[in-house]
């Protein structure tokens, strides 16, 4: 796709978003931090297609280039070398300010650490996107939200007199609130309790299945890749293994497997 | 989005208004020095108005003269009988009023027997043909106006101040011997609360004529006749005016009263607003700092933003709105502080001996507007580097640890040494040309101070870390684990430190600077009147500079112990279009007590002085081509001439000169000048204190000194111009400590899960404590390292430019002491806050942050 295409798709508001495959696409990235003796390779040739509709999950081990590669499907960040590319659209041209509206139109993230603003209540946490972007919220569309993320009594809350749990579900309402192509979440689980995390992927797979939101979310957690559609498995920065609707021992053997390599 | 920058600022209340603060002093200033001057302003306006408030014309001696003791030339009785024989004339009556000059001066002395104004506050003596009131500016307020020779009334003020009641005795003095007259009334001005600390006494008009010397009156008041206009009645009075009279319609002459005051006014106002710009100057850094910490701290909020689709803009906007947010604040608190500061202003000057007319404040349009915009602008403009750098966060720092805004490649070292070295080319074209007191180089010399000291905050983070290692010796030796924690806490953000450092640089600088010439100053002074007068004892007026009666000078001749009193009269006088002072000698005597440095003639010449011989000084001399032989007239302010010939020629120093531009005989200035007082009376011998007072008893305006105490005396205004200017330099010393508070508390805030840390491996609250003081000493101690050696540096190359005046430059040890001890106690007084806080910190809370 050319750059007046591009254009023109980020200009043009009545765009209908087409949800059919792929979302999101990368093509032979590859991340390197750092020059020279102290490189490092995060991510060496990863090429996937993130189909519509779906829950996709990204296990591997520490270090393996997770978080890497959701930043920069995300376009928080850009790759050494190769392309991604967002509904269609390649980021790589893409300037700072292009980038920025495409975010606003077809990125939504969870954070591990839900990073809400602390002077703002609930509500306007979620609202948040919608206030930057300049846009007033649909009512029904956020009521729904609002229920369906179980916050109706904790709109006029401030994040401190909120849970863990709780906050993570106005960090999942927030990134959803602008209905994005695309909701990626690193480790949405990663420092709440287990019960607490069940409630959230229970959110995340209702999200996915009434709300067709395609979603990409990076866990550790065996129990969490099972709800997914399809879990690819990342070591040493590359894709190692991609299993559909795995059962939890799959996915425990894929780990071992892929840890042992 | 503008809701959510006002929410983020209201959630940090208190670190707002700690950042607002930083400007809320200067903008104070700011306001404070208009609603002063206008309040002045408005008081003057309503006594020169009031003076006139019945009248259609005013006839006044034309004024040929500048600043002469005597004042303008008066118009005779037999003007005003002509005046009021014109057709066209309803009423009209003389004054002898001079609110401008010092023509009309009459001392009250009060019941200790001293002068009540010795300070240099004008003493107002009139006269006034009370027969007909609607020309009256006074109003009477208890008794009854004076009808003879041995009554007076005086302002009511004066009489609570100095607890005179009508049927009192009191004193006067005007240009004769003091003379008892009995009070018969108090008045006020117009509608003037107070004409500042002058005193008004007034008599019948013979009296004054008679006590001040003058013949005549000042002021002559008319009115038409009703159906005659103003316009007629000023064309027919023209005609019946002398050429040293000018007739001017009422308003007229109220404006031309106030023209001298009106610059006055304007030169306080300036004056002031140079101390708000200063301060607000400083108070720039203070929000820079801030505001680039605060940004600083708030990354990971900002990126959050950004990966939720606020663009780099929409960043800038929201910081740049909290600067505007802030600046208002500020402004509006700083605006309506300054109503207060005005007061505080107001008495600072009545403390150094300079009481301002007073009347209700006045809060123009302009104060307002001007304050409000000013301190926005300040802040705005100030905090704008900060809110760029918010834009250049980028997104992926909400979710990586550590993230740090990527900085654009370093300039502000460069960019400091290239301002440093443009400061120094203005400087040296200021102080090098020659040319100081120019209005260009003066500008030249401001603004190279100016860039000079962002330079050096520019480059100062590079010294920082060089820096911190001398000052932080003592932390280190004495403060233990916590004091060099302290020194390392300093130096690990260097561009931090350096730019807390920097504000308070400024205001160090600054005052170094003014010691530093002070200092300066003060030995040509004492030089320059050593070198001229080799008097033993010396006559003065109350005030020192003033002149006094004429009679003073006799009076001490009869003093035990005096060998000779040699008097010498001043005035001003004119010669073809240029003023001069002029001086009345005694030839026979004036070479024993005064030096003369001659460049042609010499003591001899002295005797030429008897006939029409003048000495002239080589400066005016040069500038009017008048060489020895050559004649000249010189006029009175009167107007009367006299055909003078250039005898001699002699050079006084450059500054405190007691000879000035023309000198002639005492009987040649007394037959000049119609009003006969000295500057100075010069004694030879060895009288007692006590001698002399008796002798001056009746001439409460004049005292005597050993020449010792004299010399000190002449360079006292210094230290009192000193003493205002350290006042009014403390704002932005203030200013700057509060800009080292803002960074330690940020500093602490932000190292609050190291605190924690520090704590739980078993440092004691107190060790606590003493780090972050150290940390602000240190800082401090860098902020004088910075600024001592600039101000010494610019006080400097001024002196060397004030060369020819005999001023030299000579570092002030003790003022520098004082200053790095200060700057110190400011480092102290800045960190009690921090550290307490630092110290209180709960270990568990602490290492739960998150
Ligand atoms: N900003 C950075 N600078 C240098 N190296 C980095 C940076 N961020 C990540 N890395 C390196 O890149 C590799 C991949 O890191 P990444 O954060 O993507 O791993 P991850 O799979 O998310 O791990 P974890 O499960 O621990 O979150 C690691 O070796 C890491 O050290
Ligand atoms: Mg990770």
Redesign the pocket.
């Known amino acids: 796709m050319n750059a007046a295409a591009a254009a023109a798709a980020l200009s043009d508001e009545r765009v209908l978003i087409d949800h059919s495959p792929p979302a999101v696409a990368a093509h032979a990235v590859t991340?390197r931090?750092?020059e020279g003796d102290t490189a490092?390779?995060?991510?060496r040739g990863v090429s996937l297609e993130v189909p519509g509709g779906e829950l996709t999950a990204v296990m591997?081990?520490?270090?393996?280039?997770?978080?890497?590669?959701?930043?920069i499907l995300a376009g928080l960040d850009q790759p050494t070398s190769g392309s991604v590319e967002i509904a269609g659209i390649e980021i790589a041209t893409l300037k700072d300010n292009e980038l920025t509206k495409l975010r606003r139109r077809h990125i939504g993230f969870v954070f591990q650490f839900f990073n809400l603003l602390p002077m703002l209540t609930a509500e306007e946490n979620v609202l948040l996107p919608l206030t930057i972007a300049g846009r007033k919220p649909e009512r029904p569309w956020f009521q729904q939200l609002l229920e369906s993320v179980g916050l109706q009594d904790r709109r006029k809350h401030r994040p401190s007199e909120l849970s863990g749990g709780q906050q993570q579900r106005v960090a999942i309402a927030r990134a959803l609130v602008s209905r994005p192509t695309v909701l990626f979440a690193?480790?949405p689980t990663g420092n709440l309790d287990s019960a607490t995390s069940a409630e959230i992927l229970e959110l995340v797979r209702r999200s996915v299945d009434e709300l067709g939101q395609t979603t990409v979310m990076?866990t550790?957690d065996a129990v969490a890749a099972t709800i997914a559609d399809r879990v690819l498995f990342?070591a040493d920065?590359q894709i190692a293994k991609s299993l559909a609707r795995p059962s939890q021992a799959e996915v425990i053997d894929a780990i071992q497997e892929v840890t042992g390599q | 989005m503008t809701g959510v920058a006002l929410k983020g600022l209201l959630a940090r209340r208190v670190r707002a208004v700690l950042t607002a603060l930083a400007i809320v002093l200067g903008v104070a200033m700011v306001s404070g020095s208009f609603v002063l001057t206008d309040t002045i302003s408005k008081a003057f306006d309503s006594i020169f108005t009031s003076s006139y408030s019945h009248t259609d014309a005013v006839v006044s001696g034309r004024k040929l003269v500048d600043y002469s003791n005597g004042g303008n030339a008066t118009v005779s009785e037999a003007v005003l009988e002509r005046i009021r024989r014109n057709r066209d004339v309803g009423a009209a009556a003389g004054a002898l009023i001079d609110l401008n000059g010092d023509s009309t001066h009459a001392n009250l002395i009060g019941r200790d027997g001293k002068a009540i104004q010795s300070n240099g506050n004008p003493t107002f003596g009139f006269g006034i043909d009370t027969s007909q009131p609607r020309f009256n500016p006074l109003k009477l307020k208890e008794g009854h106006w004076a009808n003879g020779p041995h009554q007076v009334v005086i302002d009511a003020e004066t009489a609570k101040k100095h607890h005179f009641a009508v049927g009192d005795k009191v004193g006067v003095a005007a240009s004769g011997p003091r003379e008892s007259f009995r009070i018969v009334g108090t008045a006020t001005y117009g509608d003037v609360k107070s004409l500042g600390g002058a005193t008004i006494a007034v008599f019948t008009i013979p009296t004054a004529q008679r006590l001040l010397d003058l013949h005549g009156y000042s002021v002559i008041s008319v009115a038409a006749k009703p159906g005659v206009s103003a316009n007629r009645l000023i064309s027919e009075l023209k005609r019946e005016v002398p050429a040293t009279a000018r007739v001017r319609t009422a308003k007229e002459q109220a404006n031309e009263d106030k023209k001298g005051v009106a610059s006055f006014i304007s030169f306080i106002r300036g004056f002031l607003l140079g101390f708000g710009g200063i301060a607000l100057f400083v108070g720039a850094f203070v929000i820079f700092n801030t505001l680039s910490i605060t940004v600083a701290q708030r990354t990971r909020e900002l990126a959050t933003l950004r990966t939720l689709g606020a663009s780099r803009r929409q960043v800038l906007r929201s910081v740049v709105l909290e600067s505007f947010a802030i600046g208002l604040v500020a402004s509006v608190i700083g605006l309506v502080s300054g109503f207060g500061l005005a007061r505080g202003l107001s008495s600072l000057f009545g403390a150094l001996g300079l009481t301002l007319p007073q009347t209700s404040s006045v809060y123009a349009t302009h104060t307002f507007v001007i304050s409000l915009i000013l301190g926005v602008l300040v802040t705005v403009l100030a905090g704008f580097v900060p809110a760029l750098r918010a834009t250049r966060v980028p997104p992926i720092a909400a979710v990586?640890e550590g993230?740090v805004i990527q900085r654009k490649k370093r300039l502000g070292p460069v960019a400091g040494v290239i301002l440093f070295g443009i400061a120094s080319a203005l400087i040296a074209y200021a102080t090098l040309g020659g040319h100081l007191g120019s209005g260009k180089s003066l500008l030249a010399l401001a603004g190279g101070a100016l860039l000079g000291l962002l330079g050096v905050a520019g480059f100062a983070p590079v010294l920082v870390t060089a820096l911190a290692a001398v000052v932080g010796i003592p932390a280190k030796r004495l403060g233990g684990a916590a004091g060099r924690l302290a020194t390392d806490n300093a130096t690990r953000n260097p561009a931090r430190t350096a730019s807390t450092a920097a504000a308070l640089m400024i205001g160090l600088a600054l005052v170094t600077f003014v010691a530093a010439l002070g200092k300066g100053l003060h030995g040509s002074v004492d030089r320059a009147i050593n070198k001229q007068v080799t008097a033993d004892w010396v006559v003065t007026s109350q005030n020192g500079w003033s002149a006094f009666p004429a009679g003073a000078g006799r009076a001490v001749t009869k003093a035990p112990g005096v060998t000779l009193a040699s008097d010498i009269r001043s005035d001003r006088g004119r010669i073809g279009t240029a003023n001069v002072n002029v001086n009345g000698v005694e030839p026979a005597t004036i070479a024993r007590v005064y030096h003369f440095d001659w460049r042609q003639g010499s003591n001899a010449t002295l005797a030429s002085l008897d006939g029409h011989g003048a000495l002239v000084k080589q400066r005016f001399a040069k500038k009017h081509h008048l060489a020895v032989g050559d004649a000249f007239t010189l006029r009175s302010p009167a107007g009367k001439p006299v055909r003078l010939t250039v005898a001699g020629i002699f050079q006084p120093p450059q500054v405190m000169e007691v000879l000035g531009g023309v000198v002639v005989s005492r009987q040649a200035f007394d037959r000049t000048f119609t009003r006969r007082s000295n500057s100075l009376t010069l004694i030879d011998g060895s009288p007692t204190q006590a001698g002399l007072d008796r002798a001056l008893a009746a001439f409460p305006d004049a005292k005597a000194q050993t020449k010792a105490a004299y010399v000190k005396a002449q360079s006292s205004f210094i230290n009192t111009m000193l003493n205002l200017l350290y006042v009014l330099l403390a704002l932005s010393v203030i200013v700057s400590l509060f800009g080292m508070l803002n960074t330690l508390v940020l500093s602490v805030f932000e190292r609050t899960r190291e605190l924690g840390m520090l704590r739980a491996v078993g440092m004691t609250r107190r060790q606590a404590r003493r780090m972050v003081r150290h940390e602000s000493v240190i800082t401090a101690l860098i902020g004088a390292a910075l600024g001592l050696p600039l101000g010494i540096m610019l006080a400097a190359a001024v002196t060397h430019a004030l060369g020819k005046y005999g001023v030299t430059f000579s570092l002030p040890v003790a003022s520098l002491v004082i200053f790095t001890v200060a700057a110190m106690v400011a480092g102290i007084l800045a960190a009690i806050a921090p550290a307490r806080r630092a110290s209180r910190l709960n270990v568990l809370e602490a290492l739960k942050y998150e």
């Open positions: 991340r931090y750092g490092v390779d995060a991510l591997g081990p520490s270090g393996s280039g997770k978080s890497t590669l959701m930043h690193d480790e990076v550790h990342l920065g | 990586r993230a």
